[in-house]
């Protein structure tokens, strides 16, 4: 079921979302000291923007990130951010910024691009090659003089009278500030400092949710999901349903965003993992078999320079989501988001090399594998594999105000509103069910249900209490990703675009305490809205 916990110190909460790619195992003794006006832990988008704004806002700010790039998801392979599914002319500021800087970037190297940043009624995708989106956050960081820490994963958490005064990193390096921003996408800072948050989903009764707990809009698939010896095959989780609107700790499932290239000049080919085993895709073999015409085994977007992002295919009952397998992720030791941050790229592997070399995949689907490999130019120093793991939930803060279903669908005003949110709820498979020895379920999606006028979501105010925890538990963060919010509330929320709005807006809201003086629930709101104003923040519902 769905934890509640307000936990003062996490010992050696030291994780990082691609955890292959830290170097060490244990925190150093030894500690190097950094003074900050505003510390934000996470160089996600949103965090990102949240640097950004305060740096100039005139503060000192450092960024550290557990990974060694910076850019979260946009950078690690997510190559369009999913505006085209919200109201783009309610997402100025920042993110605007970086999408005028990606077009002129293309525009610049004769690159005609198939979209237009000024024509924001258009749903076309806005993309990028994850590179172009590392170099620009990059310049944006750099040109606000923000100081970027990377490969720095938390270990500790210096509490003094319910505020964080220090954080310390498994390197060893202490880092001081007035303002701490949670902006990574797992809340480890958040659970670090004490402040209460769930895990899990809500059961439907909990808050009057008519999405939350199990969910079981896929049909069941006529398929054996049981060996020979009578147990469930690979990739199946468990053996029973759950009543429909039962909560759990169940989360959507997590997988990579892919960068392939279709130039054979610019490709790393698929090749068999070392652990690779056949065996282990018995139930895809049986699935393909069964339904030869499934469309495809993935989503592909078309990408600049002749490149595609591959993504997990919401509709499809098998596809690149480990589905089931996140569950542990967010609550997990360093060393087990270690095993299961590998557990995912070995899957992905897996299925690729599965795709390309088993018999039973339908011709169609080999015909496109064939077609495709990694793209050479991107993620070099990674081996062409994305390193940011697709974490679209986790850890999730019970703060100020705690958002639900009715607040992104039926009350959309708030009166102390930082951003205005519009994708539509939408969440992934969290299980795979077998049922009996005749056939599987895939639980847990929400499909996203779209305006009739508009292929968005509701559009809907996003409150400054969402990000503020309660004044008790800590008085000096601000968290914009793992916001507060129900599953079903999360699952509108966790885009990029909403992210960057809020963790903009986190941004200037830090600032505006540090010079007041007062804690960030005593912000003046009044102050805030002008500045953000200002910023070129839209804090207006769109007229549709």
Known sequence: ??????????????????????????????????????????????????????ARDGKSVAIVEQLEIVGGMMSGGLSFSDSNQTARETLGGIFEEFHLAVEKHYTDQGTTLPYS????????????????????????????????????????????????????????????????????????LLAAAGVSYRVGRESSSQHNESLAGARYPKKPVDVSPLGDDGKPLPFINETEKSAEGQGDDRIMAYSFRFCFSRDPANQVPFTRPA???????????????ATPDVPRAFDLYRLPNNKLDGNNGIGLQLSLAFVGESAAYPEASYEERQRIWQAHRSYSEGFFYFLKTDDSVPQHIRK??????????????????????????????????????????????????????????????????????????????????????????QPHQLPYRAITPKAEQCENLLVPVCLSASHVALSSVRVEPTWIVLGQSAGIA?????????????VEYAKLKQRLIDAGQVLELPAL
Request: charged share 25%; net charge negative.
């Open 510 to 522: 830090a600032s505006l305490a540090i010079d007041e003086k007062v804690p960030v629930q005593q």
């Open 1 to 54: 079921m769905i934890r509640l916990l307000a936990i003062c110190f996490i010992c050696l909460l030291s994780i990082c979302t691609a955890p292959a790619l830290q170097a060490a195992d244990a925190v150093t003794t030894s500690t190097a000291s950094s003074r900050f006006d505003i510390v934000v832990y996470g160089g996600t988008p949103a965090g990102i923007a949240a640097a950004v704004a305060a």
């Open 275 to 289: 652990d690779y085993d056949p065996a282990r895709y018995e139930l895809f073999r049986r699935y393909f078999k």
């Open 368 to 457: 496109t594998i064939d077609k495709i490999g990694y793209a050479k130019d991107e993620f070099e120093k990674f081996g062409h594999f994305p390193p940011v793991l697709y974490v679209r939930e986790a850890r999730r803060m019970e703060g100020a105000y705690f958002l639900t279903q009715a607040d992104i669908l039926e009350n959309t005003t708030k009166t102390d509103c930082i951003a205005i949110g519009s994708f539509p709820i939408d969440s992934h498979d969290c299980q795979r069910i077998a049922i009996g020895n005749g056939s599987f379920l895939n639980e847990g999606t929400i499909y996203p249900k779209r305006l009739e006028t508009r292929k968005i979501g």
């Open 117 to 188: 940043v000024s024509d924001k009624l258009s749903n076309k995708p806005w993309t990028y090659e994850p590179h172009v989106a590392e170099k620009t956050f990059r310049d944006m960081l750099n040109t606000a003089g923000v100081k970027v820490h990377l490969g720095e994963a938390l270990a500790s958490v210096q509490m003094e009278d319910q505020a964080i005064r220090s954080i310390t990193t498994r390197s060893g390096q202490k880092f001081s500030a007035g303002v701490f921003i949670d902006a990574s996408y797992e809340g480890d």
